[in-house]
């Protein structure tokens, strides 16, 4: 098992930006392939990026492309979320994941171990 710990969540104006952390417990996290997702309001929680064990591949969701940049430092249990021009629609609860097993398939990612979740509010 894994348990993960988001931090890194806020308030910015449209335009800033944030950038989520993930810290992961144990000492196998380079055998998860990661994501982060986000859940706004009487919506369903959704993928926003994934990223493979080694770093070495990544997908993105096609609203966020060009925008944010997810990323991993296995030797610090972390995997990172960067967020540049924030809109008011990237406002959700965001978290991050791990899958249980291995794939390779980034874009139907799910969850298996999951994080508390981190508030990121953009203001118009």
């Known amino acids: 098992q894994v348990q993960l710990v988001e931090s890194g969540g806020g308030l910015v104006q449209a335009g800033g930006s944030l950038r989520l952390s993930c810290a992961a417990s144990?000492?196998?996290?380079?055998?998860?392939?990661m994501g982060w997702f986000r859940q706004a309001p009487g919506k369903e929680r959704d993928l926003v990026a994934a990223i493979s064990l080694s770093g070495a591949r990544t997908y993105y969701t096609d609203s966020v492309k060009g925008r944010f940049t997810i990323s991993r430092d296995n030797a610090k249990n972390t995997v990172y979320l960067q967020m540049n021009n924030l809109k008011p629609e990237d406002t959700a609860v965001y978290y991050c994941?791990?899958?249980?097993?291995?794939?390779?398939?980034?874009?139907?990612?799910?969850?298996?171990?999951w994080g508390q979740g981190t508030q990121v509010t953009v203001s118009s």
């Open positions: 994941a791990a899958r249980g097993i291995y794939t390779d398939d980034l874009k139907g990612l799910r969850g298996d171990y």
């Open positions: 144990g000492r196998t996290f380079s055998r998860y392939t």
